[in-house]
């Protein structure tokens, strides 16, 4: 039994640390592709109109993309090595949460005509909803026009204030681009 207190401790500890993770991150790369021989980029406008989102927020977006590729050292190009594109989804995720409480309440007795006021144990039902999205990012060889690598991160979107929106969407980009390179690249 004193084995089972620290091992269900931790797991608790687990559950708690990995609900706190703001965006999950998840990548996908060609194995083949050489990312040390990328030094420039440019965005590909025909996948990135088709991303369902407004205009605004696809500033936002490759206004971010853009300040995370310099900083790691890609120059926009006229002539690119990569083309960047992006796409997004959202889902409406809804949560219910059943709890037993005590409280008080109105209820009839042993009829219509005996109404009274209590205390006592019930369930309560608890329902919320919130809306994740997931915004891929896409790099693509510009010679060969083929896909190199694919970012795609997830996480609760926030409309409380234009700073923030832009803060939630500068933490994806940098969330999703911190695994761009992929690891173990010739020359990067």
Do not use: H
């Not at 608790?12 to 993770?21: G, I, M, P």
């Amino acid at each position: 039994m004193k084995t089972f207190k620290p091992l269900l401790l931790l797991l608790l500890v687990a559950a708690f640390v990995s609900s706190c993770v703001s965006v999950r991150v998840v990548s996908d790369y060609d194995k083949k592709a050489t990312f040390g021989q990328y030094k420039s980029f440019a965005f590909f406008k025909p996948g990135i109109d088709k991303a369902e989102i407004s205009d605004i927020d696809k500033k936002r977006i490759l206004r971010a993309i853009n300040n995370e590729l310099v900083d790691k050292g890609f120059a926009k190009s006229d002539d690119p090595d990569l083309l960047i594109s992006i796409f997004t989804k959202e889902n409406q995720r809804v949560d219910v949460y059943n709890r037993f409480g005590y409280g008080y309440g109105f209820g009839f007795g042993y009829g219509f005509y005996n109404p009274y006021w209590g205390f006592g144990p019930g369930f309560y039902n608890n329902v919320s909803t919130r809306v994740e999205g997931s915004l891929y990012i896409d790099i693509i060889d510009a010679r060969t026009k083929e896909l190199i690598w694919q970012g795609k991160g997830t996480g609760f979107l926030t409309n409380t204030s234009i700073e923030k929106k832009e803060e939630r969407i500068n933490e994806f980009v940098t969330e999703i681009l911190s695994q761009y390179p992929p690891g173990n690249t010739n020359g990067r």
